[in-house]
């Protein structure tokens, strides 16, 4: 841009801000107008936990019944990594984030609160389990008979196949104090059931679908974990309070309709609404992901 070009600009926007504040006044602009220019689109962020062609399938359809809900464009956005993602968020550079509940409890730690949208909720249940699965012809009855056991573990930022079964395990005198603690890390939960089943490892961890996938092949749970909140959606803390209670009233009643309920099912099988939110919800998460910190 020209320097003449860019003092024009410059002269007519200030030129034009006293008649605005004017009209204001006179009640000619409405607040609510301004605040919606202020925000002419909104984006979506999601994190990177399947390839992104396939989150934009997911995403799209919610993106859209945001869109008429807001009057306002709604885009999705996938984040190019977990960091990333939870970095946009935190750094306030996106409008809206669905995060998993260990990768919010880790950006609040790492950038403060965020005001909160929606959680899901599931089945009717805005938590989840997971299970510590052993065959279903194993003697194993209890977390103490895994002691000195062959035990497999999903990526270690995993909460229902690392997480909180590691921490329940290390609570229940599994993996002695002061001993090297050996065990397996497995590539999924797919392959740590897979695992159980084939009697390559004694026991496994993993998350509440894929244990009710396998259990009918010979699988059983010996312990479940601890109720888990669910996935959620924040706001960007400058996102206007107008804006963000508009969010929540258009989210809270997507599921009267059969858009919005088929929608919220594209995201995760199984959902049946979204609900109310509070940080406290992932207190749970929280204690076991400091027992982590502090081992």
Do not use: C
Not at 78 to 91: L, P, R, T
Not at 116 to 122: I, N, S, W
Not at 216 to 228: N, W
Not at 236 to 241: F, G, I
């Amino acid at each position: 841009m020209s320097r003449g070009f860019s003092s024009v600009v410059s002269h007519f926007r200030f030129a034009l801000l006293p008649r605005l504040l004017l009209l204001i006044w006179l009640g000619g602009i409405s607040l609510p107008i301004l605040q919606a220019a202020e925000n002419a689109s909104l984006t979506l962020a999601i994190h990177p936990y399947l390839p992104a062609d396939e989150l934009l399938q997911k995403f799209t359809p919610l993106a859209q019944l945001l869109s008429q809900g807001m009057e306002t464009p709604v885009s999705v956005r996938v984040g190019s990594s977990y960091d990333e993602h939870s970095a946009a968020i935190g750094g306030d550079r996106v409008d809206i984030a669905y995060m998993g509940p260990a990768p919010y409890i880790r950006m609040v730690d790492a950038y403060g609160y965020k005001p909160l949208l929606t959680r899901l909720e599931v089945n009717g249940r805005p938590t989840f389990q997971g299970h510590i699965i052993v065959r279903e012809d194993s003697y194993l009855q209890s977390l103490r008979d895994l002691r000195g056991k062959s035990i497999a573990f999903g990526d270690h930022r995993s909460t229902m196949s690392y997480l909180i079964p590691y921490q329940m395990m290390l609570e229940a005198g599994v993996f002695p104090p002061g001993q090297h603690h050996s065990y397996l890390t497995l590539n999924g939960h797919v392959n740590i059931a897979l695992g159980v089943l084939t009697g390559d490892v004694d026991a496994g961890a993993v998350k509440e679908e894929v244990y009710e996938r396998y259990r009918e092949e010979g699988i059983r749970s010996l312990l479940s974990t601890p109720a888990i909140s669910e996935h959620l959606f924040v706001a960007r803390s400058d996102l206007a309070p107008a804006l963000q209670q508009k969010l929540k009233e258009v989210m809270l009643t997507l599921n009267e309709t059969v858009a919005g309920r088929e929608a919220l099912a594209k995201i995760k099988p199984g959902t049946t609404r979204l609900v109310e939110v509070a940080d406290s919800d992932y207190d749970t998460l929280r204690r076991y992901s400091r027992l982590g910190a502090n081992e």
